[in-house]
């Protein structure tokens, strides 16, 4: 099963009004559980290089299923899987990706966000997850 056209529209919908609150031009990618982009949104005046970062996080967060920053657990310095971050055509092992699931808990897809600092990317990141479960 794979993230909607519709909840990937709620999804982007929220983390936009959130980037507003945070007065952020954000990026905001949604891809599908096949890493397929399903929807984006590129904010007025958000930086053109947030667009990979931000496609990149939602890609981390689906191909492992968590929340992108997790992933740098396995990969830094002392860890058990460095260099992992050069695997499947680039991680971002940062705040901001988080995967989206349905109500049983099922893998549908990903949100990606970048545009702010990074904690402003995780909070624009949970507003939209948070819309998907409203």
């Known amino acids: 099963m794979n993230v909607s056209l519709q909840q990937a529209q709620v999804v982007i919908a929220a983390a936009q009004a959130r980037a507003r609150e945070l007065g952020v031009q954000a990026v905001i990618s949604v891809l599908d559980a096949g890493v397929h ?33 997790d992933v740098y657990e396995y990969l830094k310095p002392g860890a058990p899987a460095p260099g992992l971050e050069l695997s499947n055509g680039g991680l971002m092992p940062f705040a901001g990706g ?31 997850v948070a819309a998907l479960g409203a």
């Open 37 to 69: 982009l399903k929807a984006f949104h590129r904010m007025d005046g958000a930086p053109l290089g947030s667009i990979d970062v931000a496609t990149g996080k939602a890609k981390t967060a689906v191909l492992f299923g968590c929340n992108s920053e």
């Open 98 to 128: 988080m995967s989206l699931r349905n109500a049983d808990g099922v893998l549908i897809g990903a949100i990606g966000v970048s545009g702010g600092a990074v904690p402003q990317d995780r909070l624009i990141a949970e507003a939209g």
